[in-house]
């Protein structure tokens, strides 16, 4: 039978070696994460943190499911479009859903749209085909 | 209660109960916008309600696990708390930022970050506070007369919470990078060492209600923390399948993540076994009602509805739906808020001397709340899978989803109705209760 001592072992060698690992990985996949980024998409992830889009929208699926996923935005919807959203002073309801009227300058607008371009150039693993129309499964019908 | 010292915990549970009403409030504002009925979006747009839900939820199981720690450290340790004024103040503190945060969540401030939005500069000041709170309860343990595994674990659990927010603090401009470390705050909070905090709060309560003896309690608990850390380290992967970092995490994190539930069926087991072995039969049931409901319910929302979506073939479609808010929903509750009302139930009674172990109202609450967060999880999970399907496999447009997603919504708000009465009949008990007195000390 199990002693106390036996499971306290199994507790912090399982934990240690987990973690030793968890580090390796992270250091690892780290590495091969490409940080180089325009200056005017830092500065759009700056403008989207500040505003909180994340608290209706995702991106790369993080969020709050109230709003569009925006990972392929710029794709889905072309750059004029997204500016003139994002320098919107009237209020708006796209299908019903209110979005708040942000009014951006059109060096802000530019600089979100350099995020969001920046997003949709990664590769995330088969998600950036996900967002939107281009499911694997509905492209596969597209094709039938 | 055994300690006078002990009645710190009361206010930090009063403060969770307002917290909770706060949170459930905005939850109700959100679950309205979804069916389009959101007038107060000119002054409450949906992402305040968004965040406020999320951080109060986050602050309420905070302030539960302190007022927790406050009861149980002093009992497992043979002494009273060190230095209770300054507890006081800690709590002050939590409030203050509290306070702060929220009403700077109504005019955008806010760091925009999923779980994290508080403030940069509140951060610091989150920071003074548990390390004041840490402090305290290393203290209480060193001078006490007994060291035990129960409240060695439960500290642990609050160090490693500690710890593992400073990486949250870092600012990237990456988002890939942003995201990365954001989720060793959030997931290893959530999978990992918040689970070492209900673990030891669990021991603690199988310890009291059911009276097998500690050593066997305990030497489970170490089986049920060692499963957790084992699975949920590496299962932090299932958050990197598709934030633009290498596909190895498609593998490591789609195996341990289905991992996972092992911890919580351990700590389920565990629970109900303790339960079946125990001879005391404690008067507190509904204590027990929530102490065996959170081990149960934890498996359920943590464990199945986790593993449900949790491989990167299926995550792949479910990732960024209202799939996950059908887990967040049942998991949160299930691990973190049935415990924190597990130790508050138990210690009520105690703190203020008057016994009200059984009665209806107890049930009531209890079973109100289950029920209701049963429909409402319900509701998420058939609106997830509906949007799932429109979206993801038929290439529906979100807008146009989410109107087929009203009769699900519907039904989400008729489960949060049923949801806020049982916690309302629980507040009225909570108020009924009285605050804590020191004429307790002889009753317990």
């Known amino acids: 039978m ?49 505003n909180n889009c994340m608290g209706c ?18 794709k889905r919807r072309g750059e004029d479009y997204v500016r003139g959203v994002l320098m919107s002073k009237q209020p708006w309801q796209p299908k019903g859903r209110k979005m708040v009227a942000y009014g951006m300058s059109e060096q802000e ?28 499964l509905a492209k596969n019908r597209m094709k039938d | 209660m055994k300690y006078r010292t002990q009645k710190v915990a009361y206010w930090f549970w009063a403060l969770s109960m307002l917290l909770l009403v706060i949170q459930l409030t905005y939850g109700f504002f959100m679950g309205f916008a979804h069916l389009g009925y959101d007038g107060l979006h000119k002054w409450i747009p949906f992402n305040t309600s968004h965040t406020v839900h999320l951080n109060t939820l986050v602050v309420w199981l905070i302030s539960g696990f302190m007022g927790a720690a406050y009861y149980i450290i002093p009992e497992e340790s043979e002494t009273e708390l060190c230095c209770p004024k ?10 203050v930022v509290g306070v702060a945060a929220l009403t700077g969540y109504h005019f955008n401030w806010w760091e925009g970050r999923k779980f994290l939005e508080i403030p940069h500069e509140l951060d610091y000041l989150v920071a003074l506070d548990v390390v004041l709170f840490l402090a305290i309860l290393v203290i209480t343990m060193a001078k006490g007369k007994r060291r035990t595994t129960t409240s060695f674990v439960l500290v642990g659990g609050l160090v490693g919470a500690a710890l593992l927010y400073l990486p949250g603090m870092l600012q990237f401009d990456s988002q890939t990078l942003d995201s990365f470390f954001r989720w060793w705050v959030v997931h290893l909070w959530v999978e990992g060492v918040w689970e070492l905090i209900m673990g030891g709060i669990l021991a603690f309560l199988l310890i009291k209600l059911t009276g097998v003896d500690r050593e066997v309690i305990e ?35 789609g195996i341990f993540s289905a991992l996972e539930p092992l911890a919580f069926l351990a700590m389920t087991l565990w629970a109900v076994s303790m339960y079946r072995k125990g001879e005391r039969k404690h008067p507190n049931k509904i204590a027990l009602y929530w102490t065996l409901g959170a081990a149960i319910t934890s498996f359920l929302g943590a464990g199945v509805l986790g593993l449900a979506h949790t491989l990167p073939q299926v995550n792949l479609y479910t990732h960024g739906t209202l799939v996950t808010a059908m887990h967040g929903h ?11 009302f597990a130790i508050m139930t138990y210690a009520m009674p105690n703190l203020t001397g008057r016994k009200f172990y059984d009665t209806p109202s107890g049930r009531m609450a209890f079973w109100l709340t289950n029920v209701g967060m049963a429909i409402h999880v319900s509701a998420l999970a058939a609106a997830g899978v509906t949007q799932v399907y429109l979206e993801r496999i038929l290439g529906y447009d979100f807008g146009d989803v989410q109107k087929y997603l009203y009769p699900h919504f519907w039904v989400l708000i008729i489960g949060a109705t049923i949801f806020s009465t049982g916690i309302t009949i629980y507040l009225i008990d909570f108020i009924r209760y009285g605050l804590p007195k020191d004429e307790a000390l002889a009753t317990t």
């Open chain 1, 2 to 50: 199990l002693s106390k001592s036996q499971a306290k072992l199994f507790f912090f060698v399982g934990t240690a070696v987990t973690f030793v690992i968890f580090i390796g990985l992270t250091v690892f996949s780290l590495k091969q994460v490409n940080t180089d980024m325009p200056e005017a998409a830092a500065r759009g992830k700056h403008i989207w943190e500040k």
């Open chain 1, 57 to 74: 929208h995702t991106i790369m699926g993080e969020g709050a499911y109230y709003a569009p996923e925006l990972t392929n935005v710029i």
């Open chain 1, 109 to 136: 607008a530019n600089d979100m749209i350099a995020f969001f371009k920046w997003i949709g150039r990664k590769n995330l693993n088969g998600f950036e085909k996900v967002d939107r129309t281009v499911s694997p």
């Open chain 2, 86 to 95: 300054l507890a006081y103040l800690q709590l002050i503190a939590l409030t």
């Open chain 2, 219 to 253: 030497k489970w608990l170490y089986v049920v923390i060692g499963l957790t850390f084992l699975s949920g380290i590496l299962g932090t992967g299932h958050h990197y399948y598709y934030i633009g970092v290498h596909k190895i995490w498609l593998i490591v994190g």
């Open chain 2, 330 to 340: 049942l998991a949160f509750w299930g691990a973190y808020a049935m415990i924190v």
